[in-house]
């Protein structure tokens, strides 16, 4: 009996530590994300988007893979810095999720903001040995703290 105790313990064990590198692994890619945007890394970007990517903005904007990526390459927005204060993920099958909020710098139309933001980015993959794909994103402005 105390045999097979051991057994289940250790089968238990190796699912959780497979479990937590999944989400190591996936909290890594969104913060590559965040560099690639930072250094203009568009060709890891394009790379990294799922085909039916979907990003929505503080301002409420939807944009398709292709609109995004178009505005980044014109230089109109630029991500000059980004700070993840904290993130979280979340797995199940093939699907992830982060969860976080930080500090973006960006630059628009000239203008250069510090916005404090909360976001969600959502990851699909086709199969546990497929990579992950970002299938959407979206920002929504923190409140100020009084």
């Not at 994300?33 to 988007?49: H, R, T």
């Not at 398709?64 to 980044?72: D, V």
């Amino acid at each position: 009996m105390k045999p097979l105790i051991l057994i289940l313990l250790i089968i238990v064990s190796l699912d959780c530590s497979a479990q937590t590198a999944q989400e190591k692994n996936l909290l890594s890619l969104s913060d590559r994300i965040f560099e690639w945007e930072v250094a203009g890394k568009i060709d890891s970007l394009e790379q990294i988007f799922h085909k039916k990517f979907q990003v929505v903005g503080s301002s409420g904007e939807a944009q398709s893979k292709a609109a995004y990526i178009a505005r980044l390459q014109s230089g109109n927005f630029v991500h000059n810095a980004i700070i993840v204060d904290e993130s979280v993920v979340a797995i199940t099958d093939n699907t992830g999720a982060v969860f976080g909020k930080g500090t973006f710098t960006v630059t628009s139309n000239g203008h250069k903001v510090v916005l404090k933001l909360s976001y969600i980015e959502v990851f699909t993959r086709t199969g546990k040995s497929h990579p992950w794909k970002l299938l959407a994103m979206h920002a929504s402005s923190l409140p100020e703290k009084r």
